[in-house]
Protein backbone atom coordinates (compact mmCIF):
# COMPACT_ATOMS: atom_id res chain seq x y z
CA UNK A 1 0.00 0.00 0.00
CA UNK A 2 2.85 2.55 0.80
CA UNK A 3 4.61 1.25 -2.42
CA UNK A 4 1.06 2.09 -4.11
CA UNK A 5 1.22 5.70 -2.31
CA UNK A 6 4.87 6.47 -3.78
CA UNK A 7 4.28 4.99 -7.71
CA UNK A 8 1.38 7.60 -7.75
CA UNK A 9 2.70 10.60 -5.79
CA UNK A 10 6.01 9.80 -8.34
CA UNK A 11 4.11 9.56 -11.50
CA UNK A 12 1.58 12.34 -10.69
CA UNK A 13 4.67 14.72 -9.82
CA UNK A 14 6.08 13.96 -13.31
CA UNK A 15 2.77 14.39 -15.11
CA UNK A 16 3.03 17.88 -13.36
CA UNK A 17 6.44 18.85 -14.36
CA UNK A 18 6.25 17.23 -18.11
CA UNK A 19 2.68 19.49 -18.44
CA UNK A 20 4.67 22.45 -16.63
CA UNK A 21 7.37 22.58 -19.17
CA UNK A 22 4.97 22.03 -22.34
CA UNK A 23 2.22 24.94 -21.15
CA UNK A 24 5.40 27.28 -20.73
CA UNK A 25 7.46 26.32 -23.81
CA UNK A 26 6.98 28.93 -26.10
CA UNK A 27 4.50 27.99 -29.35
CA UNK A 28 6.35 28.68 -32.40
CA UNK A 29 4.58 31.54 -34.41
CA UNK A 30 2.34 30.68 -36.96
CA UNK A 31 1.23 33.43 -38.84
CA UNK A 32 -1.63 33.78 -41.73
CA UNK A 33 -1.80 34.75 -44.78
CA UNK A 34 2.11 35.22 -45.43
CA UNK A 35 2.93 35.37 -48.98
CA UNK A 36 6.20 37.26 -49.74
CA UNK A 37 8.09 36.95 -46.59
CA UNK A 38 9.03 33.09 -45.43
CA UNK A 39 6.57 31.25 -43.41
CA UNK A 40 9.62 30.20 -41.04
CA UNK A 41 9.65 33.98 -40.33
CA UNK A 42 10.44 34.42 -36.80
CA UNK A 43 8.50 36.77 -34.40
CA UNK A 44 11.51 39.39 -33.84
CA UNK A 45 12.35 39.40 -37.96
CA UNK A 46 8.76 40.06 -38.76
CA UNK A 47 8.84 42.91 -36.40
CA UNK A 48 11.79 44.37 -37.97
CA UNK A 49 10.24 44.07 -41.29
CA UNK A 50 7.34 45.97 -40.23
CA UNK A 51 9.35 48.91 -37.93
CA UNK A 52 11.52 49.14 -41.71
CA UNK A 53 8.16 49.55 -43.44
CA UNK A 54 6.89 51.61 -41.02
CA UNK A 55 10.00 54.17 -41.12
CA UNK A 56 10.36 54.14 -45.20
CA UNK A 57 7.33 55.17 -45.53
CA UNK A 58 6.30 57.61 -42.14
CA UNK A 59 3.36 55.13 -42.03
CA UNK A 60 2.06 53.61 -38.68
CA UNK A 61 0.71 49.77 -39.18
CA UNK A 62 -3.00 50.69 -39.58
CA UNK A 63 -1.93 52.20 -43.15
CA UNK A 64 -1.55 48.50 -44.31
CA UNK A 65 -3.55 46.27 -41.86
CA UNK A 66 -7.43 46.49 -41.68
CA UNK A 67 -9.37 46.96 -38.72
CA UNK A 68 -11.05 43.75 -37.30
CA UNK A 69 -14.74 42.90 -37.92
CA UNK A 70 -15.21 42.37 -34.51
CA UNK A 71 -13.12 44.73 -32.51
CA UNK A 72 -12.05 47.87 -34.88
CA UNK A 73 -9.76 48.91 -31.69
CA UNK A 74 -7.66 46.13 -33.15
CA UNK A 75 -5.52 45.19 -36.59
CA UNK A 76 -6.51 42.08 -38.50
CA UNK A 77 -2.62 41.31 -39.73
CA UNK A 78 -4.05 38.75 -42.04
CA UNK A 79 -6.45 40.72 -43.84
CA UNK A 80 -6.02 41.63 -47.62
CA UNK A 81 -9.06 43.48 -47.29
CA UNK A 82 -6.56 47.12 -48.04
CA UNK A 83 -4.85 47.45 -51.44
CA UNK A 84 -1.57 49.17 -49.64
CA UNK A 85 -0.91 45.75 -48.18
CA UNK A 86 -0.53 44.21 -51.73
CA UNK A 87 1.20 47.23 -53.25
CA UNK A 88 3.69 46.54 -50.44
CA UNK A 89 4.14 42.86 -51.32
CA UNK A 90 4.52 43.59 -55.06
CA UNK A 91 6.79 46.71 -53.98
CA UNK A 92 9.23 43.65 -51.95
CA UNK A 93 8.55 41.23 -55.01
CA UNK A 94 10.32 44.32 -57.16
CA UNK A 95 13.23 45.44 -55.08
CA UNK A 96 14.17 42.07 -54.67
CA UNK A 97 14.48 41.04 -58.28
CA UNK A 98 16.25 44.79 -58.67
CA UNK A 99 18.65 43.75 -56.08
CA UNK A 100 19.20 40.25 -57.56
CA UNK A 101 19.34 41.34 -60.99
CA UNK A 102 21.04 44.86 -61.00
CA UNK A 103 23.10 44.03 -57.47
CA UNK A 104 23.72 40.51 -57.51
CA UNK A 105 22.36 40.89 -53.52
CA UNK A 106 22.47 37.86 -51.65
CA UNK A 107 21.18 38.30 -47.94
CA UNK A 108 24.20 37.20 -45.62
CA UNK A 109 26.04 38.44 -43.02
CA UNK A 110 28.22 40.12 -44.47
CA UNK A 111 25.60 42.02 -46.67
CA UNK A 112 22.60 42.60 -44.40
CA UNK A 113 21.18 45.87 -46.05
CA UNK A 114 19.71 45.19 -49.57
CA UNK A 115 21.05 47.72 -51.83
CA UNK A 116 17.58 48.94 -52.73
CA UNK A 117 14.77 49.24 -50.21
CA UNK A 118 11.88 50.95 -49.29
CA UNK A 119 13.36 53.91 -48.34
CA UNK A 120 15.09 53.98 -51.96
CA UNK A 121 12.04 55.78 -53.55
CA UNK A 122 10.10 56.43 -50.33
CA UNK A 123 12.11 58.54 -47.88
CA UNK A 124 9.53 58.58 -45.79
CA UNK A 125 6.93 59.53 -47.67
CA UNK A 126 3.44 57.20 -48.40
CA UNK A 127 3.41 57.91 -51.92
CA UNK A 128 6.72 58.72 -53.66
CA UNK A 129 4.80 59.28 -56.75
CA UNK A 130 3.17 62.64 -55.73
CA UNK A 131 6.84 64.11 -55.20
CA UNK A 132 7.98 65.95 -57.92
CA UNK A 133 12.18 66.31 -57.88
CA UNK A 134 12.74 70.38 -57.44
CA UNK A 135 14.59 71.48 -60.48
CA UNK A 136 16.09 74.72 -60.21
CA UNK A 137 16.24 76.52 -63.63
CA UNK A 138 19.44 78.37 -63.45
CA UNK A 139 20.74 80.52 -66.43
CA UNK A 140 24.33 79.25 -67.50
CA UNK A 141 26.82 81.62 -66.35
CA UNK A 142 27.96 83.99 -68.58
CA UNK A 143 31.20 83.60 -70.82
CA UNK A 144 34.82 84.64 -69.32
CA UNK A 145 35.35 88.32 -70.57
CA UNK A 146 37.41 88.50 -73.56
CA UNK A 147 40.99 89.13 -73.40
CA UNK A 148 41.80 92.52 -74.12
CA UNK A 149 43.60 93.28 -77.37
CA UNK A 150 47.53 93.28 -76.66
CA UNK A 151 49.09 96.89 -76.99
CA UNK A 152 52.54 97.71 -78.50
Request: hydrophobic share 35%.
Amino acid sequence: MFLKKKITVAITLVALVVLGIAASAPADPTFKNLKVLPKNITHEELDSVMHMFNGSLGVRCNFCHAQQKDNPKKLDFASDEKPEKSAAREMMRMTTRINKKFFHYKKDEKNPIPPVGCITCHHGDPHPEARTPKMEMKAPPPPPPAPAPAQQ
